[in-house]
């Protein structure tokens, strides 16, 4: 690929005159050919979505409080995804006495492997004028989903993140309470503070509350997991933003102070 052989040149010829900023954007883009797309979806657990067969005022319900406009529809279960929902498309149904049918509003669907690269996505996204795919597993079943939105914050939100003031992953309130940030994975929290959670089939300790609730958080939430006890103390919209964890070792002291 010679444009980003070129690209990548031009970066090393005048990296003293480029800032840090544009120059990590520069190579997060040329890195994108090495991403998968599994390493940036929005994994199953988490992913917001409508059965085919919902009423039109549960689905404006959805939108409010997830904060979602575009969600996948399916039939039965998540393995049969049948189409995406624009929140735009349910306009009409404000403004016209229209008979509501989902199915005649929902888009067709595009669906795609976990291992195909951000490169391509992006294209096949351009090409088929969409912003969000559906990802499916090797057996095809339906593994997350992933937006137009999700590539940007690849290259652009990490970039803000690493220039912000750094904020620890992990900080100790006392002995045996911490606030974490829930994209930490399992496999790190163990590491640092000694946890046993099971890292097969769950990365990240958001992703780990997500499964045990079966649905979006709200604060002040409290989640009680094997000798855990989460609070969920910030939220915004679908994303959790920090988690108060707490080491129990009497259960029955947790269920008094509740």
Not at 7 to 20: A, G, H, M, Q
Not at 72 to 96: A, C, R
Not at 213 to 237: H, V
């Amino acid at each position: 690929m010679p444009q980003i052989e070129t690209l990548s040149n031009i970066v090393k010829k005048y990296e003293t005159t480029i800032n840090d900023y544009d120059k990590k954007m520069i190579m997060n883009i040329l890195n994108l050919s090495s991403i998968t797309v599994k390493e940036i979806m929005v994994p199953r657990v988490d992913v917001v979505s409508i059965d085919k067969n919902v009423e039109i005022a549960e689905i404006i319900k959805i939108v409010d409080e997830k904060g979602r406009t575009r969600l996948p529809v399916y039939e039965e279960n998540l393995d049969n995804i049948v189409g995406v929902l624009h929140s735009k498309d349910l306009l009409k149904y404000f403004t016209k006495k229209v008979e509501f049918d989902l199915s005649k509003i929902i888009r067709s669907p595009l669906f795609v492997p976990e291992a195909k690269n951000i490169n391509d996505l992006l294209a096949e996204l351009r090409e088929k004028k969409t912003h969000l795919a559906v990802v499916v597993d090797e057996f095809g079943g339906m593994s997350g989903i992933v937006c137009l939105e999700d590539i940007i914050e690849r290259i652009v939100g990490e970039i803000q993140d690493e220039f912000d003031k750094e904020t620890e992953d992990i900080i100790k309130i006392e002995e045996g309470k911490y606030l974490v940030n829930p994209r930490i994975t399992l496999e790190e929290l163990n590491d640092e503070i000694g946890t046993d959670f099971e890292e097969d089939e769950i990365d990240t300790l958001g992703g780990l509350i997500f499964m045990i609730l079966g649905k979006i958080p709200t604060k002040n939430d409290k989640i009680e997991y094997k000798n855990y006890l989460f609070t969920i103390e910030a939220i915004s919209g679908r994303k959790l933003k920090k988690i108060k964890l707490e080491i129990i070792e009497n259960k029955e002291a947790v269920k008094d102070e509740s």
